[in-house]
């Protein structure tokens, strides 16, 4: 092996990364959750997805670890944030137990009997549990980086070169608000926070910013094949958290409007 391979080790994420990193493995956890469809023909296997909860929970609190370590001045707003991490630790824990459940009742009941009373319900349950997941870890990670950026300025490079349209459909991938799908030999893209079009995400992708995940998002409508997910690589990854680190654009404030002169009262005639 070559020397230069020797040493060609990938820089370790920092903690905003590795919350957005966590943010991109809730999305996908709720995608497979959403795609269940369990019936008594075809029950699920629950006890993968109930690993992937409790791997969320794990990935939840080591990424609070990660904060701790950087002893950053322990202000309000990342207190907050590291709060609703370890909320969220709380939730996919509960989600784990939900789904285990649900597996040991599918596990107990005779065969041919049907779907178990209840399962429908505790899967529902786990999935609205982690539901709200992604966005709370990317609100928390822009807190985080915002604090870390004004105790210890940096130079944010990554995002360098980024338009603004390319920017936004960054921070709504990370979101998990980004997917694309086919219709009449078409592609469409849908994103919740706002329009995103196909160029622009096709020049994130030779950029190696995003990648598609076929299949792997739940459908536009009941019934219908699943969705492409767009998620962020490594590169995209960095790109956003520097995007974060950013400080925020000052609003636009328009000077008010002059008022108008007041118009004299027109004069009446005495009868």
Request: no cysteine.
């Amino acid at each position: 092996m070559p020397d230069d391979l020797l040493f060609d080790v990938p820089e370790p994420l920092t903690p905003v990364e590795r919350l957005l990193t966590l943010a991109g493995e809730f999305t996908r956890h709720n995608d497979t959750i959403d795609l269940i469809r369990p019936t008594a023909d075809s029950p699920p296997d629950l006890e993968v997805h109930a690993g992937s909860a409790n791997d969320l929970a794990h990935g939840s609190l080591t990424a609070v670890k990660s904060v701790y370590d950087q002893q950053l001045y322990a202000s309000a707003d990342l207190i907050d944030a590291l709060v609703r991490i370890k909320q969220l630790a709380y939730l996919s824990s509960e989600a784990a137990r939900h789904l285990t459940e649900a597996q040991e009742a599918l596990a107990a009941a005779p065969e041919h009997s049907g779907l178990p009373e209840g399962v429908s319900r505790q899967i529902q349950l786990a999935q609205e549990l982690t539901a709200l997941a992604t966005g709370a870890v990317v609100e928390s990670a822009a807190t985080i980086a915002r604090e870390t950026q004004r105790r210890r300025p940096a130079a944010a490079t990554a995002a360098d070169g980024l338009n603004t349209a390319e920017l936004a459909a960054l921070h709504a991938a990370a979101r998990g608000h980004v997917v694309m799908a086919q219709s009449m030999g078409r592609e469409y893209v849908h994103s919740r926070d706002h329009r995103v079009r196909i160029s622009t995400l096709r020049s994130l992708e030779s950029k190696g910013l995003i990648a598609r995940e076929p299949g792997s998002a739940p459908p536009a409508f009941y019934g219908g094949p699943p969705q492409d997910r767009i998620g962020l690589t490594r590169g995209g990854t960095g790109a956003v958290a520097a995007l974060l680190a950013a400080p925020a654009a000052a609003p636009t404030v328009s000077a008010p409007a002059a008022a108008p002169a007041p118009t004299a009262p027109a004069p009446t005639r005495n009868r």
